[in-house]
């Protein structure tokens, strides 16, 4: 019951399947050399070597990427503005720290304002673009488009409605929640956007939960449901060239509370069925992204919620469940994380327990203009005190890595 009749990789295109997977034996090599993730750039090749260098010196030795590289390709940033000024923050982010990834937002929390990132097509397709222009073509540029009350880019700013997650899965109709992915997908890359963080995979078994249930995030309180309408949407996803994220593992389905605003603990509601989802799509082969939720299992662990937690990351998601993508967390300024940890703290068990991409959206709370230098300088000291190991962080990188070019290879 809980397996789908066809694997994730035969419902993918055979071309990009290969580019994928031949990928992965790309990346192998190339990440021992530690080669950057932009060795496509102009400036990352030197095609005319120097008479003092031996001419079968390798691209990926070339190119091999510094460590403030490696980290600030872990970071994926909010910022404001419907343009992309020069003085604009993110831009140092982008060309300075090396930021890996941005994501946008079409309602500013801390000014309680809709003006933040959207405003219309024309607009976010411009936007994206000037990103790109300056963050180099594998800019992950990110949005929240799950359908239904959770879409940024929805009919208020000229962009197509979309269909929620529960409606989807009480069709029970793999077919037409393809479409609906693929329609979501196509809105998204004709604005520049190539990651969606959905589809949500967290199982109902608590209808009244005020951010899952109640705003129908959910597909069905049957994990075997979830599993299979989150193949079919990830199917149309990917009939695009957008990539995903399952989220929020290891299940908020059960939750009572919103870790948007502070602590959250599962301990007695959380069920073992809540993770068949993940299970069956990993077992499928999904390898894209895996979004660690900010809930507090202590029979998980007994010290730190999920998207701090080695025992549920590293053990449980990678260990257990064998996925082999990259782990992105949940944003890092909700209350559950910044009103219960330091910055450093969190920021440094976030990865040692981990996490590949850390998301500082900027969104809730009061809005920090150089939020990015703090977290890029912050993980860098850590890096450099030996708190993180540096293998830890090129663990990352070779992850990131392998993502950007199964963007590259879809483009």
């Not at 949407?233 to 995903?244: P, S, Y």
């Amino acid at each position: 019951m809980g397996r789908m009749p066809r694997t994730l990789a035969d419902r993918l295109s055979r071309r990009r399947f290969l580019a994928a997977t031949g990928g992965i034996a790309t990346l192998a090599v190339l990440a021992a050399c530690g080669d950057d993730d932009s060795a496509g750039d102009s400036e990352s090749a030197d095609p005319s070597p120097s008479p003092s260098e031996p001419a079968s010196t390798s691209t990926a030795e070339a190119a091999s990427p510094s460590i403030e590289e490696m980290v600030g390709g872990m970071l994926m940033l909010g910022f404001r503005g419907f343009e992309l000024e020069e003085d604009n923050p993110i831009v140092s982010d982008l060309q300075e720290r090396h930021v890996g990834g941005v994501i946008l937002f079409s309602y500013d929390v801390p000014a309680d304002s809709p003006e933040r990132n959207i405003e219309s097509p024309e607009q976010v397709a411009a936007l994206c673009q000037a990103l790109k222009e300056t963050g180099g073509d594998d800019l992950l540029i990110a949005v929240d488009q799950e359908g239904g009350r959770v879409a940024r880019l929805g009919p208020d700013h000229g962009f197509p409605e979309t269909v929620s997650a529960a409606e989807l899965g009480a069709a029970n109709d793999s077919e037409a929640t393809r479409q609906a992915g693929e329609d979501i997908a196509d809105t998204l890359v004709a604005a520049g956007i190539n990651l969606n963080l959905a589809p949500v995979v967290d199982v109902n078994t608590n209808p009244e939960n005020p951010v899952i249930g109640a705003i129908e995030r959910s597909f069905s309180a049957d994990p075997a449901v979830v599993a299979a309408q989150a193949a079919a949407f990830i199917e149309g996803q990917h009939a695009v060239g957008v990539l995903t994220a399952l989220k929020h593992f290891p299940g908020h389905g059960s939750s009572e509370d919103d870790s948007h605003l502070g602590f959250v603990d599962v301990t007695q509601t959380w069920q073992e069925l809540e993770l068949e989802p993940y299970r069956t799509l990993i077992g499928e082969g999904y390898d894209d992204l895996v979004m660690a939720a900010h809930v507090f299992n202590s029979n998980l662990d007994p010290e730190y919620p999920a998207s701090l937690s080695m025992a549920t990351i590293d053990g449980l998601l990678r260990g257990e469940l064998g996925f082999q993508g990259a782990v992105i967390s949940d944003d890092m300024g909700m209350g559950a994380i910044a009103d219960n940890y330091d910055f450093e703290t969190a920021a440094r068990q976030a990865i040692l327990a981990g996490n590949d991409i850390l998301v500082y959206g900027n969104n809730i709370g009061e809005f920090e203009p150089e939020l990015g230098t703090h977290v890029f300088e912050t993980i860098l000291a850590l890096v450099q005190a030996g708190e993180i190991p540096i293998e830890r962080i090129e663990e990352s990188y070779a992850r990131i890595f392998n993502l950007k070019q199964r963007l590259a290879a879809t483009g």
